[in-house]
């Protein structure tokens, strides 16, 4: 047996991560286990937004929004290269909600908390303006509003990266098998991906295991205090509907919303789906159904007709969200809700909760755990850049032109990709490359060998699925042939690595 932690994490997406992160900065000794890869489940799979939630005003949850707008700004400033802005349009369909209560809902949606690097809402008229163009013209009027994009698996990474840096075990591929409780702490099992069993001591635990945050719990044998609602949401992906930076959010004709976005510079994500989800099913995957439904919410209001034969690629993930009774899962709660057991040793418990909002819950939780272990300690994550965050002052274009100035061999396209990925750390990525020859050979979808070698030294990678659909979405731009040889490359890079 090992010596004793203070904290056991179960589970690596952005919750699990988040808590890592901010207790290792509070000086605890944290060890993270994963059974799989950091954000392999719905961390990966969301819609990719760091938004208030403009929807989520009709369901007068003003306290969530409120809280989900602040902290877009926080993630703007504190990870440029993985959070940007995005301008989405709003049509306006005449049969759907009427002009002034959006016009209204996007008033508060500009004043709920203070917006510093984002514009304001307005009003459009598609007869005149660009941003009509792909629509059908069934809308003549509408708005436009700002969000923002993130890179939600790339955002678990940076955010376990830093937690390993301040001190923290990150243990992927690592499963949580069972914890016995006393008064000064528990006696947890865990199961390597070679079968191997291993104990470990924790003062305490924090249950982040999302969709299987139940199953948890009932392996520690701690009756469940809440209960949440499974629903899944699946995305698909197509060539790419129209030209431009701007998102669209649809009103759906069963009163959704569906949002139509830029991916990847080639394709347009659609999405998402709200059903109830059985986890006797099996994995997640995107029903024909949940496709259909996809296409026609598009077909309905653009100019050009997306079909199921269109969808090049799709994803899904099931959210755990709070049970608070709704019967509609689109009304579901997407807030998040701790809850601290100190019968014996601490054991907190992650219900709900939406990738915007992973930062103030992490806070959240590590001040309880601090108190709880009797070791308060201050919250400082509002104001320290993730890793590749920092870029020392400079503008994103700033820094763009001037990487383009250190490594002209790179073509614009593939820098900003890589900047994306890795921000204020390019170089650290790149070491002392001069040419493209510098960094081994191409393995495809744009990756090199150096790179692959950064994933695997410093990202956890350990399958060629890991680097092509999470760390990158390179996978979506190779054929199946080669997707292939990419994983026959990995072994021997990751094996030098």
């Known amino acids: 047996m090992r010596e004793t932690v203070d904290l056991l994490v179960i589970g690596g997406g952005a919750n699990g991560a988040g808590i890592a992160r901010d207790a290792a900065g509070r000086g605890l000794s944290v060890l993270l286990v994963e059974r799989g890869d950091l954000g392999g489940a719905t961390s990966s799979a969301s819609s990719k937004l760091v938004h208030g939630g403009l929807r989520y005003l009709e369901h007068y949850e003003f306290r969530l929004v409120r809280e989900a707008l602040a902290e877009r700004e926080v993630l703007l400033r504190l990870a440029p290269h993985i959070v940007w802005p995005m301008r989405f349009v709003l049509p306006h369909v005449p049969d759907m ?3 002034w209560m959006l016009r209204a809902g996007l008033f508060l949606y500009d004043h709920l908390a203070k917006r510093v690097t984002l514009p304001g809402s307005e009003s459009l008229d598609f007869r005149r303006h660009p941003w009509g163009a792909p629509l059908n013209g069934q809308a003549t009027h509408g708005f436009a509003y700002s969000d923002a994009w993130v890179e939600d698996a790339r955002l678990v990474v940076l955010n376990a990266r830093d937690a390993a840096a301040r001190g923290a075990e990150i243990r992927v591929r690592t499963a949580f098998t069972s914890a016995k409780r006393a008064a000064d702490g ?12 291993e104990t470990v001591r924790a003062r305490a635990i924090a249950n982040a295991a999302g969709p299987w945050v139940m199953q948890a719990l009932e392996d520690t044998g701690v009756q469940a205090p809440d209960r949440i609602r499974l629903v899944r949401g699946s995305h698909i992906v197509v060539p790419a509907l129209y030209e431009g930076s701007q ?8 009163r959704r919303v569906v949002f139509v976005i830029p991916y990847e510079g080639r394709f347009t994500l659609i999405g998402t789906t709200d059903v109830p989800h ?3 099913s099996g994995s997640p995957h995107c029903t024909p159904e949940e496709a259909a439904y996809l296409c026609r919410a598009v077909s309905r209001q653009f100019r050009k007709p997306v079909t199921p034969e269109d969808i090049v690629w799709t994803y899904s993930g099931v959210r755990p969200l709070h049970d608070d009774g709704a019967e509609n899962p689109s009304a579901v709660t997407r807030d998040y809700v701790l809850k601290m057991d100190r019968s014996a040793a601490p054991l907190l418990s992650v219900f709900g909760g939406k990738i915007t909002t992973f930062r103030r819950l992490a806070e959240d939780a590590a001040t309880q755990l601090c108190e709880a272990l009797g070791q308060p300690r201050p919250a400082w994550t509002a104001s320290a850049a993730l890793p590749g965050g920092d870029l020392g002052g400079r503008t994103v274009e700033a820094f763009l032109a001037e990487a383009a100035n250190h490594y002209p061999f790179l073509e614009p396209s593939r820098l900003r990709r890589l900047f994306h990925c890795y921000g204020g750390e390019l170089d650290a990525v790149l070491g002392h490359a001069r040419s493209a020859a510098d960094l081994g050979a191409e393995l495809g979808g744009g990756i090199t060998e150096r790179e692959l070698e950064w994933m695997v030294r410093q990202e956890w990678v350990r399958a060629p699925e890991d680097a092509l659909w999470r760390r990158t979405k390179r996978g979506l731009h190779m054929s199946a042939a080669e997707r292939d040889s990419f994983a026959q490359a990995f072994g021997r890079v990751a094996q030098a690595a």
């Open 278 to 280: 059985d986890p006797a």
């Open 97 to 99: 909600r009427p002009r």
């Open 186 to 197: 528990w006696t947890v099992t865990m199961t390597g991906e070679d079968g191997r069993v």
């Open 247 to 254: 998102a669209y959010i649809l009103q759906n004709d069963d």
